[in-house]
């Protein structure tokens, strides 16, 4: 923990305080339908032509059934062309490397997950995916799949800031606003900078090198071979990229992701990249606190995501500084920490933060193995990813995702206040309750329930390639990974197996429809209550007070389900580790 | 008579062991999951002891307390529906055995038992006789003894027709003889619906309360799913989680403590109210009560005292104070309002002998009259009258002097009543009146705006006064040339702004405002229209009553909040208590996770288990008594109650579970 690392955290910390009020005031003009921004000229034809193509009346308003069900519409087509470009891979264009046709379950399972904003890859990109497949099938739900968290989390903020409205905004307006005015002019920008980082935009096959000195390696069919050349992975990269961190959906280009030199190759890359993640999930908490007119409640949900993101990093970095106690026994890597599975070019201040920031976030690209991080330094990605992912969070799901646990602080604080408990005006009532305290309950039985079956079931322990208390974090890392859209691994699990498959893909799809439908339920039920004129009788949700109830919150009722799971993988692997043993 | 039932009322105690243990009936607890799951959890662990054991004794030991668990919240209800059993059998014990003398279709009247009358039936009672039910005098009228109800001394008047005809079942008519006409059938006037809402036969869960049990019950549903899969997860692990330990665990980490007290609270709410000689329609009005933003208060009778007394003379120029005081005692020796003697008494301060009407010989009275608007006497040749300034500029044929005009301003801009005092043609000066705020209203205004609420006042006077003695008593707000409906428009505009309103009457021209209001509170004196359209009654009908009533709906809102944050903050330490425990057997690595150094694993699920039982004895007063409210703005309240039960409850069963620990230790528990 040294002092320019210091210096870097609290560069970020400073640069995302200044992210998040100018992109919150944009994203409000975007996600209002007759919003007034700087690109208006230049995408305002773009927009309206689309909504004369589609046959969209961008004003009319839709009330929470319709809305729900255009999502449903819009991702289930989704779905099906994204799997069907997949499956069929091989008979599409741009495919130079003549990569075959995906499995089903491997089409599926990737489907969803781009659909789910989780991005989970139980394949490894460059050797699976053409470039038609990775800039058709995957970069357009990139955009969507963001878009569409954007949406979700603008009808719950409309719920909350309008009074007694039918109403929550129209789905395809906002999918449209969102993606042409935000996401793409960002990414345009973005992905030119990317590029003058060092990473590739081509359409080339990939090249291939010399090996200075061959080497033997043994495949899965425990045959020995001698390498004498590497394939280097060509294409269209730098695109990817950028909408895969602006819209904290994560999917690699490369197996290895950002540790990958061709996705993330600078100390500045690496920088940018980290700040694309918590972008727009920091600015939405302004565009929050703007449009339900309370921009100190704003910026208080601001403050209690900083609180437990410092926490996490803290906490994830000092483990990996801290090392490996064994290695130190043995006097190799007294004083660098854990590097195991670190690049160098970030060493152990750049890996723990991206760590952090993905996992606190729904991003789930990585720059450094987190199945290699000591046991406590892997317990944060477990945790961020366990509590909901609300710590920032993904685009428009971090926001909706915290609210959940706001509004059952809200509750229960705000009975201890005297009171018939009054979020912004509106009542909290039993059905706000119970689609809240619905989604917690069915989301921890999803991660404890699948991670459960997989332990004890034969096609669940075939794919481990650990034992012990870290084989069981790698299976409840994959289910809490893709319950919470993260898409990060543990990478020790071999998951693309049809068992696997199909399991994450159920995981995903409950993890992110099965939340959204409720939210949509929330949000019509909150938008038809009157706003209440506030007194000094009603709770204040802001200031320290209300932080430290939020966070309070988070940890008391999202993480204490998870505090036997934690203890019996990490927590225990970590004291093993002290006492001299490692798995 | 003051009702005050102690905290451990034998009688009641003894009614409450054995209705905790009729409570164990499975049907009864599956209307409270948390509970439930305990009771079920429990059985488990039971059937476990008639499985070769070589811990007989720690199963046994966990076994008990669980049942403990069980049987301590059912205790809990018990105690809170004994309580207001007892308080309300005190009230209703007055009316037993009482027989009436009924009037039947030809005009005689029948001796029957009280429990005989019906709706509607009309009865007779003279002096000296017990009324037999809530009624409403239709005939005559009568000085009736309320003491046993109000526990006030002095007879109230109660007579057919106007405001004042109700009369309620167990008084006694102290003179003269009245006719009332039955208004409820038995068992279903106010104390008896009050009865039923305490005992839990009718009793509904509150919208808040159904709320809280959600909450609860996913938690509870949450913690399931965690103690199963950890089952499974021990498979993996291949640490064998025996069943007693797991059950164990899962009633530790479900949220007993609120789910076994929460009935508790909300019955204790209602008692609350008893105590203070309220009778709540339903638990849904307790809890609006403690919603409200809006007050609405009568002027009379509720914020000043209900006649305006005489405060100072102000003489007119060439008049001295002393020559002022003697006109005005002279012109009011007749007038035997509370205003004309209050003049009487101030004018004695100037040294003027008493006087009285038998002392002047030859005087005529003037008593006041609507045509002339003023009163006065004749003595000695002399005219003096005292009245409104344009009666008495009537009376001296001129204008009124410029500077007793003035004075007239003066006094009604500052709220007060100007009265003109003439001697023949002479103005002589002003006596000022002024309504008597009572005492300590503005501190009780403060404290109510302190918790956010506003306070306005409705009188009949003009604004300039209204808004003087509004000012003087502190309150936000007034509503001045008041009409009946305008009380009605009021309400609804607060409403429709958002606010909960609530007002207390008596009148039948109150009726529709307290149907309106959402929280009516009618006074025990009032009409029957009033009483049947509010939704609580003050059986002492004291308008200031309604400030108590918010209060004790606050303070059952704060407690459930309060001890639903302790319960589940409680999890913290359980966990640190139970989890190493578990698995020390296995990993004897992780060790230093037993910060609490407690004893062996069996010690330390067994403390967990006792000091998760034990908790709800213990806040069995807090919930009986409610948390302490201290009306001060919402911040404050959530800064301290999240101090004492948030952060308290964190660190409160560290310290209970050591201390346990320590006990189950020295004792070869465990």
Redesign the interface.
């Given at each position: 923990m040294r002092g320019h690392d210091w210096l870097q955290l609290m560069l970020f910390v400073g640069t995302l305080l200044l992210v998040t009020k100018p992109l919150g005031l944009y994203l409000q003009q975007v996600i209002t339908p007759n919003g007034k921004t700087f690109l208006d000229r230049i995408i305002g034809p773009l927009e309206r032509l689309t909504y004369r193509c589609c046959g969209i009346d961008p004003l009319r308003e839709q009330g929470r059934r319709e809305y729900g069900i255009s999502l449903l519409a819009f991702s289930l087509i989704g779905l099906a062309f994204t799997f069907a470009c997949l499956r069929w891979q091989s008979h599409l264009p741009l495919n130079p490397q003549g990569l075959p046709d995906l499995t089903t379950d491997l089409a599926f399972n990737t489907a969803v997950s781009f659909l789910t904003n989780t991005n989970w890859q139980s394949y490894g990109g460059e050797s699976t995916m053409s470039y038609f497949s990775q800039m058709v099938a995957l970069a357009s739900h990139n955009f969507t799949s963001a878009a569409a968290g954007i949406a979700v989390a603008a009808t719950l903020i409309r719920g909350l800031s309008r009074a007694s409205s039918q109403t929550l905004g129209n789905f395809w307006t906002d999918l449209v606003r969102v993606t042409y005015y935000v996401l793409l002019p960002i990414c345009v920008v973005y992905a030119l900078f990317l590029v003058g980082q060092g990473i590739p935009q081509n359409f080339k096959p990939y090249d291939t090198a010399q090996l200075v000195q061959a080497q033997m390696v043994t495949g899965t069919d425990n045959k020995s071979q001698e390498l004498k050349e590497q394939s280097i992975v060509q294409g269209p990269i730098a695109s990817q990229i950028a909408i895969k961190m602006l819209g904290t959906n994560g999917g690699g280009y490369a197996n290895a992701n950002a540790a990958h030199p061709y996705e993330n190759p600078t100390p500045l890359s690496n920088f940018f990249q980290m700040l694309s993640i918590f972008a727009i999930p920091a600015a939405l908490t302004y565009t929050f606190g703007r449009m339900v007119r309370n921009q100190k409640h704003g910026w208080t949900v601001w403050a209690a995501m900083f609180t437990l993101f410092i926490a996490g990093v803290l906490v994830c970095w000092r483990a990996e500084s801290a090392g490996n106690p064994i290695h130190q026994h043995l006097g190799v890597a007294i004083s660098d920490g854990n590097m195991e599975g670190k690049e160098t070019r970030f060493g152990i201040f750049n890996s723990a933060l991206f760590a952090t920031v993905t996992t606190d976030a729904s991003c789930g690209a990585v720059n450094a193995m987190h199945d290699s991080f000591t046991p406590l330094g892997g317990l944060i990605p477990l945790f961020n990813m366990q509590t909901g992912e609300v710590i920032f969070g993904g685009v428009g799901a971090g926001l909706y995702g915290m609210l959940i646990y706001v509004i059952?602080a809200v509750?229960?604080?705000?009975?201890?206040?005297?009171?018939?408990p009054e979020y912004l005006?509106k009542k909290?009532?039993?059905f706000d309750?119970?689609m809240c305290?619905?989604i917690?309950?069915v989301l921890?039985?999803c991660i404890?329930?699948l991670?459960?079956?997989a332990?004890?079931s034969k096609w669940g322990l075939a794919g481990l390639n650990n034992q012990?208390?870290h084989g069981?974090s790698e299976i409840l890392y994959a289910y809490s990974s893709c319950v919470g859209n993260n898409g990060s691994a543990f990478a020790g699990l071999t998951a693309n197996t049809p068992w696997y498959n199909y399991t994450l893909s159920l995981a995903m799809l409950v993890g992110r429809f099965f939340m959204i439908a409720l939210i949509l339920a929330m949000a019509g039920n909150l938008g038809a209550k009157?706003?209440?004129?506030s007194?000094?009788?009603?709770?204040?949700v802001h200031?320290i007070?209300f932080t430290?109830?939020i966070v309070?919150s988070v940890v008391?009722?999202g993480a204490?389900?998870f505090?036997?799971?934690l203890?019996?993988g990490p927590?225990?692997e970590h004291?093993?580790m002290?006492?001299g043993?490692l798995f | 008579m003051k009702k005050t039932v102690t905290l451990l009322d034998p009688a009641i105690l003894k009614t409450a062991v054995l209705e905790s243990l009729i409570k164990l009936d499975p049907r009864r607890q599956f209307k409270n999951p948390v509970m439930f799951v305990t009771l079920i959890g429990t059985i488990l662990c039971a059937v476990e002891l008639f499985r070769p054991q070589h811990d007989l004794g720690y199963i046994l030991q966990v076994t008990l307390w669980l049942l403990f668990t069980v049987l301590f919240a059912n205790f809990a209800e018990s105690m809170a529906e004994g309580r207001g059993k007892a308080q309300a059998d005190s009230l209703r014990h007055s009316r037993q055995k009482i027989s009436a003398r009924k009037k039947v279709a030809n005009g005689d009247l029948t001796t029957v038992d009280a429990a005989q009358l019906r709706k509607n039936d009309v009865i007779v009672v003279g002096a000296g006789e017990l009324i037999a039910g809530d009624g409403e005098v239709v005939n005559g009228a009568a000085t009736v003894d309320e003491s046993a109800i109000t526990g006030e001394s002095a007879p109230v008047i109660r007579e057919a027709g106007g405001d004042r005809s109700a009369v309620t079942g167990g008084t006694r008519v102290l003179s003269d003889e009245i006719t009332v006409r039955i208004t409820a059938d038995p068992g279903e006037g106010f104390l008896d619906r009050m009865i039923s809402l305490v005992e839990g036969a009718r009793r509904q869960k509150t919208?808040?309360e159904?709320?809280?049990t959600?909450?609860l019950s996913?938690?509870t549903?949450?913690?399931l799913?965690?103690i199963?899969?950890?089952k499974?997860?021990g498979?993996?692990?291949s640490v064998a989680f025996s069943t007693v330990t797991l059950v164990a665990l899962l009633v530790c980490?479900i949220p007993t403590t609120i789910g076994g007290l929460l009935s508790a609270i909300g019955i204790a709410g209602m008692d609350r109210l008893l105590q203070r000689n309220v009778l709540a329609m339903s638990g849904r009005a307790v809890?609006a009560a403690?919603?409200v933003?809006v007050i609405l208060l009568d002027k009379t009778g509720t914020i000043t005292l209900g006649n305006r007394q005489a405060a100072e003379f102000i003489p007119a120029r060439g008049v001295d104070m002393q020559e002022l005081a003697a006109a005005s005692q002279l012109a009011s020796l007749a007038d035997e309002t509370p205003e004309g003697r209050s003049i009487v008494v101030l004018a004695k301060q100037f040294g003027l002998r008493g006087m009285d009407m038998g002392d002047l010989q030859g005087a005529v009275f003037i008593p006041f009259s609507a045509q002339t608007r003023m009163s006065g006497a004749d003595i000695s040749g002399r005219q003096y009258r005292k009245g409104s300034a344009p009666a008495i500029s009537d009376f001296i044929g001129g204008r009124i002097p410029n500077d007793v005009q003035a004075a007239v301003d003066r006094i009604s801009r500052s709220g007060g009543t100007p009265l003109v005092v003439a001697a023949n043609s002479k103005a002589m000066g002003v006596i000022y009146l002024k309504d008597v705020i009572k005492q300590g209203l503005v501190e009780r205004f403060a404290r109510l705006?302190?918790?956010?609420?506003?306070s306005v006042m409705i009188t009949g006077d003009n604004p300039l006064t209204a808004a003087a003695i509004a000012k003087e008593a502190g309150l936000d707000d007034f509503l001045a040339e008041a009409k009946p409906e305008d009380k009605l428009a009021l309400i609804r505009k607060e409403q429709q702004?958002?606010?909960l309103v609530a007002m207390i009457g008596d009148g039948t021209n109150d009726a529709p405002a307290l149907a309106q209001a959402d929280v009516g509170v009618a006074m025990n004196t009032g009409t029957q229209a009033a009483k049947e359209a509010g939704n609580m009654v003050d059986l002492d009908s004291n308008p200031t009553k309604l400030l108590e009533i918010i209060e004790i709906?606050?303070?059952l809102?704060?407690t459930?909040?309060?001890l639903?944050?302790f319960s589940?903050?409680n999890?913290?330490a359980k966990?640190f208590a139970i989890?190493p425990a578990m698995?020390v057997g296995v990993?004897p690595?992780?060790a230093?996770?037993n910060i609490m150094q407690l004893h062996s694993p069996q010690s330390a699920i067994l403390s967990a288990v006792i000091f998760n039982a034990i908790i709800i004895i213990l806040l069995i007063p807090l919930a009986l008594r409610g948390v302490k409210?201290v009306p001060m703005?919402?911040?404050l309240?959530?800064?301290r109650?999240?101090l004492i039960?948030?952060f308290g409850g964190i660190i409160a069963p560290f310290l209970g579970i050591k201390l346990i620990d320590l006990v189950v230790t020295a004792l070869g528990l465990a």
């Open positions: 059952l509750f229960i604080a705000g009975l201890m206040v005297g009171r018939t005006g909290i009532e039993s309750v119970k305290v619905m917690l309950t921890a039985i404890l329930g991670t459960a079956w332990g004890v012990g208390p069981f009157k706003i209440l004129p007194s000094a009788g009603t709770l204040q200031g007070t430290i109830l309070g008391l009722i204490l389900t505090v036997p799971v203890v019996l927590v225990v004291f093993l002290t006492a043993k | 919208p808040n159904i709320a809280l959600i909450l996913a938690l549903l949450i913690f799913v965690v199963i899969t950890l499974f997860f498979v993996y692990g980490l809890e403690g919603d933003d705006r302190a918790m956010g609420i506003r702004g958002g606010r709906g606050k303070q809102l704060i459930r909040g309060s639903t944050t589940i903050a999890d913290v966990y989890i698995l990993f690595a992780i230093p996770l409210f703005g919402a911040s309240i959530l800064r109650n999240l039960y948030g």
